[in-house]
């Protein structure tokens, strides 16, 4: 894909500002909905909203423009992102000396400190004091990133927290539909699971039982998820290339197209993995609100929403 010139980049930055805010209408109505509801069940506690986006989709855009909409309407919402949990570095570092090549960089669940981001919901959940929003930064160390500390602290009554992540929300899959994946995997002509091909069976198994602490820490405390959907994963490869060409034609640091194919590949058995279970089970969440708790939105490959519907 050839690289982008300032004008198509002011094009597309236009175009992108003008799908975000009709994104961002489209979100608000269901928060503010489901934020009625949660107050009628839960008092003074916030409602909690997970944002599931592949990388490049907009998920972090939206989610600051989202709570910045729902601020000026008197809404108070605070959002962070499932990067900001990222491992410190020595933690990281002994995860990658494991041996299993997803985990030799962050990314992949079993990159992150699962424990901060609970106790984290957990404080906002409660209302009742300052809470410190985990950060992280991806320069340090050479690229490599660690912990910093907090920049923001959520301050009390907090009505919505909005909590955003690649693979937030995908559920670990049990024995035998791994076995099917596994099978659908090593067969002969198979193009629908060519990234986790590169992978071991047990690299595969790692990072699919690390989604169980996920799954049993985090998700329970989520009311509402917003889900913004891809009909082919691949497309992440040309979003992710238009971001480092932005940055490129900002003068900024960026990546190579080797460096970034590498990037992304790592990520990609995640989305095989975890997006067609996603689409059969649903999401995992706190059980206190009516249905719908969903929201999916349908991408194109534009980043356009296409179509909505809440799938149960």
């Known amino acids: 894909m050839p690289a982008i010139t300032g004008l198509d980049l002011a094009r597309r930055q236009r175009a992108v500002q003008a799908h975000v805010a009709d994104r961002v209408r489209q979100v608000a109505r269901f928060v503010v909905r489901k934020l009625g509801e949660k ?48 491992l410190a570095a020595a933690d990281q570092e002994r995860v990658a000396r494991g041996g299993n090549p997803l985990l030799r960089f962050r990314g992949q669940p079993g990159t992150h400190d699962v424990e901060l981001g609970r106790a984290t919901l957990a404080s906002l959940l409660r209302n009742s ?18 912990r910093v500390p907090p920049r923001e602290w959520a301050q ?38 060519r990234h986790s091909r590169r992978y071991s069976d047990a690299s595969l198994a790692e990072v699919n039982a690390n989604l169980r602490a996920y799954e ?37 640091p960026s990546l190579s197209d080797a460096q970034l194919e590498d990037f992304i590949a790592r990520f990609m058995p995640g989305y095989e993995m975890a997006l067609p279970a996603l689409d059969a089970r649903g999401f995992v969440s706190s059980g206190l ?3 719908p708790t969903t929201l999916r939105l349908h991408l194109d490959l534009d980043r356009c929403v296409v179509g909505l519907d809440h799938p149960q």
């Open 216 to 252: 049993s820490a985090l998700y329970p405390l989520i009311d509402a998820w917003v889900w913004l959907r891809v009909s082919d994963a691949d497309v992440v490869f040309r979003w992710r290339k238009e971001q480092e060409d932005a940055l490129a034609a900002s003068g900024r």
């Open 39 to 86: 107050r009628a069940v839960a008092g003074g506690a916030p409602l909690v909203v997970g944002v599931c986006g592949p990388q490049g989709s907009g998920k972090t855009t939206m989610v600051r423009a989202l709570a910045a909409h729902l601020r000026a309407r008197s809404v108070a919402a605070v959002g962070f992102s499932l990067d900001d949990l990222y």
């Open 129 to 146: 004091a300052p809470t410190p929003l985990p950060a992280y930064d991806k320069s340090l160390r050479g690229g490599r990133g660690d």
């Open 156 to 193: 009390p009554p907090v009505d919505v927290v909005l909590l955003e992540g690649w693979c937030l929300g995908f559920r670990a899959l049990d024995a035998p539909a791994f076995a099917r994946f596994i099978a659908a995997v090593r067969a002969s002509g198979d193009v629908l699971h």
């Open 289 to 291: 609100l009516p249905a």
